[in-house]
């Protein structure tokens, strides 16, 4: 299974940028597919995620701001970004669940400047 993540990036605060994560090598469907972030000498944390039954749950500090959107049909996962600020700044994790298996992405660097 590999998780392939883009869309990362530079942009000023207040901008939007558009993290995707496609999901290649398996044939199931993941039970929860969303992402996380973490930043230099802190726990990775949570963005946002989506399980196959339900809605999407948001780490508090982007609830109203960022989005998440599934496609289930291409293994897909994408998060926009709206109203950067400057503490967003982190790498992004796309994860994704299986059973008792959980799978990462390798990462993608969000820098928001002030």
């Known amino acids: 299974v590999q998780l392939v993540e883009s869309g990362g990036g530079l942009v000023q605060a207040g901008g939007s940028l558009r993290l995707s994560c496609a999901a290649s090598g398996m044939f199931f469907v993941f039970n929860d597919m969303g992402w996380y972030r973490q930043t230099p000498g802190k726990q990775r944390e949570l963005v946002a995620r989506i399980s196959r039954a339900g809605s999407p749950n948001y780490g508090d500090s982007v609830k109203g701001r960022f989005t998440l959107s599934r496609d289930y049909a291409r293994n897909t996962v994408s998060l926009q970004m709206n109203e950067l600020k400057p503490e967003d700044t982190a790498v992004y994790y796309c994860?994704?669940?299986?059973?008792?298996?959980?799978?990462w992405g390798q990462g993608t660097q969000v820098t928001v400047s002030s």
């Open positions: 994860n994704a669940v299986y059973n008792v298996n959980n799978y």
